[in-house]
């Protein structure tokens, strides 16, 4: 029978796969060539008796010989024939593949017997573990399937010599035993037989990741991963347990875990690569070999370290990849410079510093004998500062040497690597005499003479003076008050300690010194003043349980005054506090608040007055926590004058009395001609009291309004330029008013005007104009600044806006800014730009000062020392005063906007008042006549 002619048999590509990943355990092929690689095969004949398969040689469309087992019994009925493979040994494999090429006759091309002609064919198995089962029967093959041809070859197709070939693949599995048969089963169609392919899946061996993954048969099921364990390649270790999945399709997927040339080998397609002599690899985690490091060798391969040459080394903790490096050599150009006993040494670093950045350097001290030129090691009483060895600043200081005593300092430049090489000690030398020595502390302190307010001390001199004493420095403090102290010196080795505060404990310390400079003090003495006391018993009333109580009356000392130190012409006495000294004049402001206990800060800055000093005649005004008197102060030694007297009225609570004399705590600390004087408080008896210079013409606001017009502008900015200057004092001390207004301004019997008001908790409770924020604060709105009313920024730049308004309440004679606008509507108009107009017949310059003052950006006002120099300018030259507001522009607008609105544009006074954000008070003004913008340009401050 012709099968058909040509042949693409040799064509690789039929395997979907590549071959790698295909093994082929059985291959019969009419092209010998295709199946080289696969083992012999041996077809069995057809089974005696069952069929009518006949091998026949054919040759292609080439004419080469193909080999093909054929039937083709189509004319007769019931045909069953079968063809049988000998037994195949599946491998191990649990699924195996058969691919079939055959041709097959159309059945319709046939001229007769198309009553019995097939187009199909069955394939089956039969599963065995040796070739035992060969004689089996037919009902105990298993089917894989029918086979049909997907094209059947014609008469025609014969005659063009076209080959039909079909290829069909069917897969069987899980296979369980070691071996099958396979058998075709004709049943009465014409096909020929080209080629049988059997084969397996596999993931082929392969190395990744330095791990070598072995040849894995792929699983029986079509979805099935199977998790291979890579075993690490010669010279490599492993750095995770390196893993991989093999597919159904024979494909690797998902490594994990690698492994790492081990050190001394390096990674080069996919192997591990021994390191050559000179170089090498330390870790498997280094990536490669490494050339040896400066100063060190290897000559051996596969070296994990480098040895180092001579002379150098290396620390423990030094990596493999540094550079051996050595000790460094000796520091250079050192220098002394001695101190009394004091010795300062500088040098250079060393030349050389051996290759490594962690030198440090040690000082050697020996004390040298000027007479033997012997020398030992100093003493554990010499101090290196900061410290004597591991230095790493090149310089030292040697404090507490002997005095008139040779040294020799060694300082030695020392490496990480300086150990291990004792014998190369690198050091520069200096020699060094001391001088004075000062002296040693002063050790025994008598107390003598003790009063109530002082204390008598003597003393010997200290066991080694080391020169002549020259004086004493005496310290000393009220005890647990070591802030405030009071240093006294003295030639002699007594003092008297005087201005004390009765039974009180004070601590004392002296110190001597000489040329050498001070010694050490001495440790603390404490000693006691005696009480100013008289004691005696009150007999027990006959009700009362209590057995007896002691009473004690302080009685207040006859003179008035402050208790005051008697100094002798030879001491010098000077006051400390927190570390300062305390001079007039170039102090900051200490806020009371920071003193734990707010009657220290009164006692700190206030002078204790003794009532008896105070004579109060009239009642001149009413403050937040009482009167305020009028009256007059006699001091001794001083002639009496005028004070005004702030009283603390009765029942008053302990935060009263800490507020009152909060006011006191701050005027205490200011000390300028146009703030107000405190002279003393009395807070021993009661009523307390604040004490300070009296005003004669009481607060500004009261007095300008009670003189209008009577003052000359000169006058006038004689007044700002006072309290402009008690401001620029409070703004350089770091104070910040708060409350600057009018009214808190005093102005004495000469016009001299004093800021005033200096309440602790300030304009929030002791101001009645200050008025609730939506914030919660209370403040007084027309004098503060829009930044301090929105947001508390109170700064003196806030204080400067005030003075501002000051400046107008002066320059209109005491008139309300913003006159009964209320609140609100005052916060709106100033947000908006509004300000206040010029006052009449006000100076240009001085209203222009005012407008400076209310800049929004508060950077941009003037600072109080600006503002001083600017009046200053302008009392002496007083010409600059006359070009006066321009009236109408002053009237035009009740407050000005800064960007100037021409008052023409409204045509009424409705719109004027609305464009202002006025238009409430449309009403008043028609009420009072000034229904036209003429009439309106005629309103005048009353
Ligand atoms: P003050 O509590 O400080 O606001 O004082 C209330 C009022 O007492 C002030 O408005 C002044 O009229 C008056 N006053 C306060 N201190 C003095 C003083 N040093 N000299 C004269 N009058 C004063």
């Given amino acids: 029978m012709l099968v058909g002619v040509g042949s ?56 080469a010989p193909i080999h093909t087992y054929q039937v083709c019994k189509v004319m007769e009925q019931n045909q069953n024939n079968w063809l049988l493979t000998s037994w195949i040994s599946n491998e191990g494999a649990s699924r195996i593949f058969i691919e079939l090429k055959f041709t097959l006759r159309d059945c319709n091309s046939l001229p007769g017997g198309l009553g019995t002609c097939k187009e199909t064919f069955n394939m089956y198995y039969f599963e065995s573990d040796d070739e035992d089962g060969r004689n089996i029967k037919e009902n105990q093959y298993i089917k894989i399937d029918t086979i049909a041809a997907d094209e059947s070859f014609t008469e025609l197709d014969l005659g ?3 080959m039909k070939l079909n290829t069909e693949v069917r897969d069987v599995g899980p296979l369980t035993k070691k071996g099958f048969y396979l058998a075709f089963q004709d049943v009465g169609a014409c096909i020929a037989l080209v080629s049988v392919r059997v084969y397996y899946k596999k ?61 001394g080998y390096e990674e080069k397609n996919n192997t591990c690569q021994v390191c050559r002599p000179g170089f090498f690899k330390a870790s498997p985690h280094s990536p490669s070999c490494s050339k040896c490091p400066p100063h060190s ?81 100093c003493g554990g009483h010499v101090r290196y500062l900061p410290q004597q060895t591991g230095l790493k600043n090149t310089s030292v200081m040697m404090v507490d040497l002997l005095a008139h005593t040779n040294y020799t300092f060694e300082i030695e430049a020392v490496n990480g690597v300086s150990d291990q090489n004792p014998g190369a000690r690198q050091f520069v030398s200096v020699n060094v005499t001391t001088n004075q020595a000062a002296p040693s502390p002063v050790s025994t302190v008598k107390k003598g003479k003790i009063t109530k307010n002082s204390i008598s001390l003597s003393w010997q001199e200290p066991d080694r003076p080391n020169g002549i004493i020259l004086e004493y420095e005496i310290k000393y403090f009220e005890k647990d008050q070591e802030t405030s102290y009071t240093i006294i010196k003295s030639k002699e080795t007594a003092i008297t300690a005087d201005g004390l505060k009765p039974g009180s404990a004070y601590v004392f310390q002296i110190r001597a010194r000489t040329a050498a400079g001070y010694g050490g003090f001495s440790r603390r003495f404490e000693f006691e003043t005696s009480p100013v006391c008289k004691c005696f018993s009150l007999l027990p009333a006959p009700r009362q349980k209590y057995s007896s109580v002691v009473v004690c009356f302080f009685f207040f000392p006859r003179r008035c005054g402050y208790s005051k130190a ?9 006051h400390f506090h927190n570390g300062h000294i305390k001079l007039p004049g170039v102090r900051t402001y200490v806020d009371p608040h920071t003193y734990e206990d707010p009657n220290q800060a009164v006692h700190e800055f206030a002078k204790e007055i003794e009532a008896s000093c105070i004579t109060i005649e009239r009642v001149i005004g009413a403050g937040e926590f009482g009167e305020v008197c009028s009256g007059r102060l ?134 009645p104009e200050a008025a609730y924020t939506t914030r919660g604060g209370k403040i007084p709105i027309r004098w503060t600044a829009p930044e301090a009313i929105a947001f508390r920024k109170f700064t003196s730049a806030s204080d400067v806006w005030s003075y501002g308004i000051v400046m107008w309440e002066v320059m209109s004679y005491g008139e309300r800014p913003y006159w009964e ?31 400076d003052c209310w800049q929004k950006d508060r950077n941009s006002r003037p600072k109080f020392d600006e503002i001083v120099s600017m009046l200053d300018k302008l009392i002496r030259n007083p010409s600059s005063l006359k070009t006066l507001v321009n009236a109408s522009s002053r009237v035009s607008n009740l407050l000005v906007e800064h960007s100037p609105v021409g008052s023409g544009a409204y045509r009424s006074v409705g719109e004027w008042l609305e464009a202002i954000k006025m238009g409430r008070y449309t009403e008043i003004f028609m009420e009072n006549g000034y229904s036209s913008m003429d009439a309106v340009a005629q309103v005048t401050l009353e």
């Fill in 634 to 767: 006699k001091l001794q030694g001083k002639r009496e004058f005028p004070v005004a007297i702030k009283t603390l009225k009765v029942g008053y609570t302990e935060k009263q009395r800490r507020d009152f004399l909060g006011e006191a705590s701050i005027m205490g600390q200011f000390d300028h001609p146009n703030i107000i004087h405190l002279e003393g408080v009395v807070t021993k008896s009661k009523p307390v009291m604040i004490v300070t210079e009296y005003m004669e013409n009481g607060s500004l606001d009261t007095f300008l309004k009670k003189n209008d017009g009577q003052f000359t502008v000169i006058q006038l900015v004689g007044m700002l330029r006072g309290i402009a200057s008690g401001m620029k004092y409070l703004s350089d001390m770091g104070y910040v008013h708060r409350d600057l207004a009018a009214r808190n301004i005093l102005i004495n019997s000469n016009l001299v005007c004093k800021v005033s008001d200096f309440g602790l908790s300030r304009v929030l409770e002791d101001d």
């Fill in 821 to 851: 606008m209320t609140n609100q509507d005052v916060i709106k108009a100033v947000e908006e730009g509004y300000r206040l107009p010029s006052p009449m017949d006000c100076p240009a310059a001085l209203y222009q000062l005012m407008l």
């Fill in 160 to 162: 063009d010599r076209v």
């Fill in 297 to 377: 060798y290897t000559l051996d391969e596969a070296s994990t370290s480098c040895l180092c040459e001579e002379h150098y080394f290396r620390k423990e903790s030094d990596p493999p990849t540094m550079a051996c490096t050595r000790p460094p050599s000796a520091p250079r150009s050192a220098i002394s410079n001695v101190n009394e006993t004091s010795v300062f040494l500088e040098w250079i670093p060393p030349a050389d510093t051996g290759g490594r950045k962690d030198v440090s350097y040690y000082i050697a001290c020996k004390k040298c004998s000027s007479h033997s030129g012997l020398c030992e090691a």
């Fill in 8 to 63: 693409c048999l040799s064509d690789p590509l039929t395997f979907s796969q590549k071959k790698s990943q295909v093994k082929v355990i059985m291959c019969f092929l009419g092209d010998t060539g295709m199946c080289s690689s696969a083992p012999g095969l041996v077809w069995q004949g057809p089974l005696c008796g069952l069929g009518e398969w006949e091998e026949i040689g054919e040759v292609d469309e080439n004419y």
């Fill in 566 to 574: 008697k100094q002798d012409p030879e001491e010098e006495k000077m």
């Fill in 203 to 263: 993931c082929p061996s392969v190395i990744r990741n330095l791990a070598r993954f072995p040849d894995t048969i792929t699983g029986a099921d079509s979805s099935q991963l199977l998790e291979v364990s890579g075993v690490c390649i010669n010279h490599s270790v492993t750095e995770e347990a390196p893993k991989m999945h093999c597919s159904a399709e024979g494909e690797w997927l998902v490594p994990i875990g690698k492994c790492l040339c081990k050190a």
